[in-house]
């Protein structure tokens, strides 16, 4: 791919991710285009055998071979972009899974959408809603910024080649929303939210070591 291309696809990553920050657009209309994008770009990564400035657009140089300036600066420009769409637009990901995934309970009233980005959940096994039911708990409360510094950890952590870094972060996590997980909604919402957190960042971050 020439220069040119790669600075449009740059854009169009950039785009994405700003796409993705759109809240009054459903969750599932701002994933939508960041899942095309990456999987767009390890699809030309299978086709071409390199998704950035290559080999072929190199320069000669007396001690070898060495990236012209406007290929380094492309290349490193499409691998940030390609990053941010993993932090940023992990969250419209998350959330189109958690609204799928938990649909079902919305609908019959079992769970309900808290203020602060968590759920309402009651402490005992009565229906929301019901006249028995306690005073439902907001539970799972500032889950968008804990994905964004989880995703920015994992990525990172995958760049830099020490992914043990990956299960400390999950650790820390856990522990700190250990007794919010009482209920079975609460304790499925955090595994579905992590799991899809955590492989979306992975994706993110395989495309661009590719």
């Given at each position: 791919m020439t220069t040119t291309l790669w600075l449009v696809a740059a854009a169009v990553v950039l785009a994405t991710a700003v796409w993705s920050t759109?809240?009054?657009?459903?969750?599932?209309?701002?994933?939508?285009?960041?899942?095309?994008?990456?999987?767009?770009?390890l699809a030309v990564r299978i086709a071409t055998g390199t998704i950035a400035p290559g080999p072929t657009e190199r320069t000669a140089h007396p001690h070898g071979l060495v990236a012209s300036a406007p290929d380094a600066v492309v290349g490193t420009v499409l691998a940030a972009a390609?990053?941010?769409?993993?932090?940023?637009?992990?969250?419209?990901?998350?959330?189109?899974v958690l609204g799928v995934a938990m649909?079902?309970?919305?609908?019959?009233?079992?769970?309900?959408?808290?203020?602060?980005?968590?759920?309402?959940?009651?402490?005992?096994?009565?229906?929301?809603?019901?006249?028995?039911?306690?005073?439902?708990?907001?539970?799972l409360r500032g889950g968008a910024v804990i994905g964004f510094l989880e995703r920015f950890a994992i990525v990172g952590a995958a760049l830099?080649?020490?992914?043990?870094?990956?299960?400390?972060?999950?650790?820390?996590?856990?522990?700190?929303?250990?007794?919010?997980?009482?209920?079975?909604?609460?304790?499925e919402r955090f595994i579905v939210g992590t799991l899809t957190s955590t492989c979306w960042a992975g994706l993110a971050a395989a495309v661009v070591l590719l």
């Open positions: 759109v809240r009054p657009v459903p969750a599932v209309a701002r994933a939508v285009p960041a899942v095309v994008v990456l999987l767009a770009l390609v990053c941010l769409v993993g932090i940023v637009a992990g969250s419209a990901v998350t959330g189109a649909r079902g309970d919305l609908r019959r009233g079992d769970v309900r959408r808290g203020t602060h980005g968590g759920i309402l959940v009651s402490t005992r096994d009565e229906p929301l809603g019901s006249s028995t039911a306690p005073e439902p708990s907001e539970v830099v080649g020490h992914l043990e870094i990956v299960a400390a972060v999950i650790a820390v996590k856990g522990l700190g929303r250990f007794s919010e997980l009482d209920s079975p909604a609460a304790r």
